[in-house]
């Protein structure tokens, strides 16, 4: 299997960063992130995902090979000049593994934000257990008879913060909120996606930012361990002691951009270095 190259040709540029949002969000989850990254002297790159930002009929349309098909497009463009970090939030950073694993030499690093690989977070509904059996096997299409509404905290710990966010879910504002509701389909897209990406943890040999609250409401912080014990790369492993699932919106939002651009520095200056220094693997830190 190919290795990442090194971050460029000269070690003076800095490689681009590729962030993809979660399932029925939008790019506006990562705002604070891409700002504090942009202002690090970086190229930040955050699309629209196909069949998201509009309604639940344009999302119903595509599914998980429309949306790593798309990705691997804004990879490919990105990475004319050498390789390219990738990162997201939740479903955004499952898609971050998976081109991770197809396309190894065009990725120089992973920054990973509440990677959802199980939906079993303190509000998931213990009946939820039972969805991948529906998702993976032949009952795959009865998940298109269901759809799941958005339920308090939103992902959100902050109350101010999840109240304008519920407003703007379900005002209409997808475009900047995301839908109010999961469609059973796309969770079973996506539900296949994470069983392909799991598969494949071993092959991921690239420096990791893995960045999880401990109070995750969609996805356990047991998961976050398991991922990091997983890859193959070096991993730093973040925990948030005041967040919930949404760690690039919440309270400790700016907390996250710091880590995220301190990792780069640490991966651009590393590449940089004649030693090709790393970040110590599994390296764990409570926030």
């Known amino acids: 299997m190919s290795a990442a190259r090194p971050l460029s040709e000269s070690s003076a540029m800095k490689p681009p960063v590729l962030l993809f949002h979660g399932l029925t969000g939008a790019p506006a989850e990562l705002q604070t992130v891409s700002r504090a990254v942009r202002r690090a002297g970086y190229e930040v790159v955050t699309p629209m995902l196909p069949g998201h930002g509009v309604d639940e009929a344009a999302l119903l349309k595509t599914n998980e090979r429309d949306w790593l098909a798309a990705a691997e497009a804004e990879l490919e463009r990105l990475s004319a000049n050498g390789p390219v970090v990738v990162g997201g939030l939740s479903m955004g950073a499952v898609i971050a593994l998976a081109l991770a694993q197809r396309r190894p030499e065009q990725v120089a690093g992973l920054l990973l934000f509440a990677p959802t690989l199980k939906y079993d977070g303190f509000t998931v509904p213990k009946m939820a257990a039972i969805l991948p059996f529906f998702a993976m096997g032949p009952l795959r299409f009865m998940m298109r008879l269901y759809r799941f509404k958005e ?93 919930y699932h949404l760690v690039t919106v919440d309270r400790e939002r700016n907390k996250v951009a710091k880590a995220a651009v301190e990792f780069l520095e640490r991966l651009w200056a590393a590449d940089a270095r004649a030693d090709g220094a790393e970040p110590a693997r599994a390296l764990e830190s409570a926030a």
């Open 151 to 243: 339920r308090p905290p939103y992902g959100i710990k902050d109350e101010r913060l999840r109240e304008m966010i519920a407003d703007m879910m379900f005002s209409g504002l997808t475009q900047d909120a995301g839908l109010p509701f999961m469609p059973g389909k796309s969770l079973a897209d996506n539900m296949h996606l994470v069983r392909e990406v799991e598969r494949r943890l071993a092959e991921v040999t690239q420096p990791a930012l893995i960045v999880h609250a401990v109070e995750d409401d969609v996805t356990d912080v047991r998961n976050a361990r398991r991922l990091a014990g997983a890859l193959r790369g070096p991993v730093e492993l973040l925990l948030l002691q005041d967040s």
